[in-house]
């Protein structure tokens, strides 16, 4: 409670017990005088008195304590008007700063502004190479798209042909013609060309080579490889000397064969062996081993015939 109002109320209440005591006095010095009846009017108007003090006083009290829930309340407010005015210098301080980088930002721009304008005839003559080296590339591109064509087409035709005359007199497991990417498949197997182990051609290779020798003739612009596969059980015997040798001796037999017996320019042959190695299969059945053992037949594009294929001047307009 307020010291002030605290203060109040004691002196109010000692005045009240002076009083009394005064009243008292008073009587008892005139009690042969006062008579009952004053006394009991007396006492009634002190009690009137002192509820009108006790009445006083408590208003006064409420009045303080609204007073102090105001000015608490003030205080409230101004705590937060002193935080709102706080947060405000902060965004105001940020704002500040930046408008500070915005200005910096600025002059770095204008200043590369200025370079590029100073390199603007560097740009356009850099512009203007790049363009005619994305026109070469370009060419480039639509030269390799009509090389690519061009092998297609050609090794389609040549597929087609191959297995119109291989069709007849031929199983479909002794011969398989494929195309891959640039060049043609053809896988014989080894009866329809050998004997088991040996490099003599058979009579009826005579006439599977007859046959393809006369697709070789009729494009002599390609180039034909012959190369010779076996399984891998090892062989030696006083013509052989390991799988290797069989393989080399099957595929000059061929190349011999296109050569002298189906007049194929040799200069367009050419003969390998890959003996056991590159096998289709695992050779772990007597089928699988079976379809290691062949002669494969490639016809590809000479390199210098590649080469032409890519030459920027046979670019199509």
Known sequence: MNPYICGKTKVIMNLNRLFIAGCCLT??????????????NMQQEL????????????QTQNKLFQAENKISGLNNELVVKNSNLEARDERIKDLKEQLTDC???????????GDLTVLNQAANDNIK??????????????????AKTKADSINLALAINLKGVLKDGLEDD???????????????????????????????ADEVLANIAKIIQSRPDLEVMIEGYTDNV???????????????????????????????????????????YNALVENNTPENKAKNRR???????????????????????
């Open 27 to 40: 009587l008892l010095t005139t009690s042969c005088v006062v008579s009952k009846k004053k006394y009991i």
């Open 47 to 58: 009690e009137a008195k002192n509820k009108q003090l006790t009445d006083n006083l408590g």
């Open 103 to 113: 200005k910096e930002l600025r002059d770095k721009q204008l200043d590369q502004v």
């Open 129 to 146: 190479e790049t363009l005619s080296q994305l026109e070469q590339k370009d060419k480039y591109i639509n030269l390799l798209q009509a």
């Open 174 to 204: 002794d011969v398989e013609i494929k195309v891959d990417k640039t060049v043609v498949f053809v896988n014989l197997s080894d009866k329809v060309l050998f004997k088991s182990g040996s490099a003599v051609l058979s009579d009826k």
């Open 234 to 276: 090892p062989i030696k015997n006083n013509c052989m000397m390991d799988n290797w040798d069989l393989s080399v001796k099957r595929s000059t037999a061929v190349v011999r064969a296109l050569q002298e017996k189906h007049n194929v320019n040799p200069n367009r042959l050419i003969a390998a062996g890959r003996g056991e």
């Open 295 to 317: 002669t494969r037949i490639i016809i590809m594009p000479k390199l210098n015939q590649f080469y032409d294929l890519l030459n920027p001047n046979n670019v199509p307009e």
